[in-house]
């Protein structure tokens, strides 16, 4: 082994104790977790308060033609930025990375704000999506450098529980702000927040553990790895703004022939985005990417949850937002409590629990659909989402600190760290292609396709489940053999 904390479990990659919520967030670590955590829920607010407040900016500076790119150049911008995290970190140092991103970030979010035209608004936009994809990619690595091993799991669920708060609070921002007609103001919010996190860095990060860099090789640029996974990214993005049901299929067969040119290119290239134990003979890596991945697609449903609510159901905006809330609620209830988990044998049996728990909950809601629910069939339906969510949230803060621990090679940890976040952002890319692929097939038909999208990705939580199995499988020739 090549780390000195005695809570991991080697032949598994796994945490075999963890340390309490008292501890993470006591007086030497809470710093350090609030600008963390600050950083991500600047990312998760700062995409809920867009979505909704992009219709009251069209109306004020035009460019309805380009409203689907809004999200489009964020996300893409955002896995940029995201492979780079490691190469960030070991040119800059850990606090520096962290304040460039900060302040990549708050210049994106002003630009948004005074944007006069949506050309304008879309390179803010740009801009935004480089920060906060430093911002969450550095959260995951710096949870690694700056905490023990035991607190890794909480420390995974807590900034992952960022998501939730920006659930609820990005629409509620954005829609007040909207509603007073100051749609601008919301980016100013953001922005001064933002700069509130950026004034904690210095005294927190420099007082809070954070090892030098010193012992970090700078690698070159990796130039042809970052282009191929950018154009996955690209490509698959697109066809969900084209959104007709032969743009989305092309658009996802040609995304996964790039990642597929990625994981080829990267299995033997010099110069990796993922860590070398990726693909190393035995390893576990690959598959708790695929898992991470994988429950990342399956939480892209929420983004027609309101939708259906509203068509179906017939409910108000606000009651179809919150039921579209649901999953992201489900994921927070899930992976809080999960954290706790201290056995090693047991943290296996809950990632396995994960897609199956994921899956059924899907399976419920694409049985449930139908047009005017009663109570009971909604009750159903928030039951369904609440699962959904509740199975990527169990698992995810195990998956995360089993990625963090897994590689044979100390000085790649940063690598694999922020891995986790790349992995997540891509497979959001191409879980939201392959929803609009799903509910076009089924228009002009909203209850057929409610069934597709929920349907469908029981079998994409099916595919987690299989991956799930062999990422917490009995050792072959694992990382303790190769140690």
Same mark, same amino acid.
């Given at each position: 082994?090549?780390?000195? +904390?005695?809570?991991?479990?080697?032949?598994?990659? &796994?945490?075999?104790?963890?340390?309490?919520?008292a501890e993470l967030l006591g007086r030497r670590y809470l710093g350090a977790m609030v600008v963390l955590a600050g950083g991500v829920a600047l990312y998760a607010t700062n995409v809920?308060?867009?979505?909704?407040?992009?219709?009251?900016?069209?109306?004020?500076?035009?460019?309805?033609?380009?409203?689907?790119?809004?999200?489009?150049?964020?996300?893409?911008?955002?896995?940029?930025?995201?492979?780079?995290?490691?190469?960030?970190?070991?040119?800059?140092?850990?606090? #520096?990375?962290?304040?460039? =991103?900060?302040?990549?970030?708050?210049?994106?979010?002003?630009?948004?704000?005074?944007? !006069?035209?949506?050309?304008?608004l879309l390179a803010g936009r740009a801009v935004q999506g480089v920060g906060a994809g430093l911002l969450a990619g550095l959260g995951y690595a710096l949870i690694r450098s700056t905490?023990?091993?035991?607190?890794?799991?909480?420390?995974?669920?807590?900034?992952?529980?960022?998501?939730?708060?920006?659930? &609820?609070?990005?629409?509620?921002?954005?829609?007040?702000f909207a509603e007073f007609g100051s749609w601008r103001g919301a980016f100013l919010a953001l922005a001064a927040a933002s700069a509130g996190v950026a004034a904690l860095v210095p005294r927190v990060l420099a007082s809070s553990g954070t090892r030098g860099r010193d012992d970090v090789r700078p690698e070159p640029f990796p130039l042809?790895?970052?282009?191929?996974?950018?154009?996955?990214?690209?490509?698959?993005?697109?066809?969900?703004?084209?959104?007709?049901?032969?743009?989305?299929?092309?658009?996802?067969?040609?995304?996964?022939?790039?990642?597929?040119?990625?994981?080829?290119?990267?299995?033997? =290239?010099?110069?990796?985005v993922l860590p070398a134990d990726t693909f190393r003979r035995g390893s576990r890596l690959r598959w708790i990417y695929a898992t991470i991945g994988l429950l990342a697609m399956t939480?892209?449903?929420?983004?027609?949850? !309101?939708?259906?609510?509203? #068509?179906?159901?017939?409910?108000? !905006?606000?009651?179809?937002?919150?039921?579209?809330?649901?999953?992201?609620?489900?994921?927070?209830?899930g992976e809080l409590p999960s954290a706790s988990a201290a056995r090693a044998a047991t943290i296996r049996r809950i990632i396995v629990a994960g897609p199956l728990l994921g899956g059924l909950g899907l399976a419920l809601a694409a049985?449930?659909? #139908?047009?005017? !629910?009663?109570?009971?069939?909604?009750?159903?339906?928030?039951?369904? &989402?609440?699962?959904?969510? =509740?199975?990527?949230?169990?698992?995810?803060?195990?998956?995360?600190?089993?990625?963090?621990?897994?590689?044979? +090679?100390?000085?790649?940890?940063?690598?694999?760290?922020?891995?986790?976040?790349?992995?997540?952002?891509?497979?959001?890319? &191409?879980?939201?292609?392959?929803?609009?692929?799903?509910?076009?097939?089924g228009e002009p038909d909203t209850v057929r396709s409610a069934h597709y999208l929920f349907g469908g990705f029981v079998l994409i939580a099916a595919l987690g489940l299989v991956t799930a199995v062999l990422a917490v499988r009995p050792a072959g020739t694992g990382r303790s053999a190769a140690a």
């Amino acid at each position: 082994m090549t780390t000195s +904390d005695p809570a991991r479990d080697e032949s598994m990659g &796994f945490v075999d104790s963890v340390g309490s919520w008292a501890e993470l967030l006591g007086r030497r670590y809470l710093g350090a977790m609030v600008v963390l955590a600050g950083g991500v829920a600047l990312y998760a607010t700062n995409v809920y308060v867009t979505i909704s407040l992009l219709p009251s900016a069209i109306a004020e500076i035009g460019g309805e033609r380009l409203y689907a790119w809004s999200t489009t150049v964020f996300l893409l911008a955002s896995v940029v930025s995201a492979v780079l995290v490691s190469k960030a970190l070991a040119g800059l140092g850990s606090r #520096r990375a962290y304040l460039v =991103a900060l302040a990549l970030f708050l210049a994106g979010t002003l630009a948004c704000a005074i944007a !006069p035209s949506m050309p304008v608004l879309l390179a803010g936009r740009a801009v935004q999506g480089v920060g906060a994809g430093l911002l969450a990619g550095l959260g995951y690595a710096l949870i690694r450098s700056t905490l023990p091993a035991r607190l890794w799991a909480r420390a995974s669920a807590l900034l992952s529980a960022m998501w939730g708060v920006g659930t &609820f609070v990005g629409p509620a921002l954005g829609g007040a702000f909207a509603e007073f007609g100051s749609w601008r103001g919301a980016f100013l919010a953001l922005a001064a927040a933002s700069a509130g996190v950026a004034a904690l860095v210095p005294r927190v990060l420099a007082s809070s553990g954070t090892r030098g860099r010193d012992d970090v090789r700078p690698e070159p640029f990796p130039l042809v790895a970052l282009v191929l996974l950018a154009s996955a990214a690209l490509v698959v993005s697109v066809a969900s703004v084209i959104a007709t049901p032969l743009a989305s299929t092309v658009g996802v067969l040609v995304g996964l022939v790039l990642i597929a040119a990625f994981i080829s290119y990267e299995r033997w =290239a010099s110069v990796r985005v993922l860590p070398a134990d990726t693909f190393r003979r035995g390893s576990r890596l690959r598959w708790i990417y695929a898992t991470i991945g994988l429950l990342a697609m399956t939480s892209m449903t929420e983004g027609f949850i !309101p939708l259906f609510g509203q #068509r179906l159901a017939g409910l108000a !905006p606000l009651a179809a937002g919150f039921l579209g809330a649901a999953l992201a609620l489900g994921w927070t209830i899930g992976e809080l409590p999960s954290a706790s988990a201290a056995r090693a044998a047991t943290i296996r049996r809950i990632i396995v629990a994960g897609p199956l728990l994921g899956g059924l909950g899907l399976a419920l809601a694409a049985l449930t659909q #139908r047009s005017a !629910p009663g109570g009971g069939t909604l009750a159903l339906w928030v039951l369904a &989402f609440l699962a959904a969510g =509740a199975g990527v949230g169990i698992a995810w803060p195990h998956l995360s600190t089993a990625a963090m621990s897994s590689v044979a +090679d100390e000085r790649e940890g940063d690598k694999a760290s922020a891995a986790i976040n790349t992995v997540q952002l891509v497979a959001n890319a &191409f879980g939201a292609a392959v929803t609009g692929v799903a509910v076009n097939l089924g228009e002009p038909d909203t209850v057929r396709s409610a069934h597709y999208l929920f349907g469908g990705f029981v079998l994409i939580a099916a595919l987690g489940l299989v991956t799930a199995v062999l990422a917490v499988r009995p050792a072959g020739t694992g990382r303790s053999a190769a140690a």
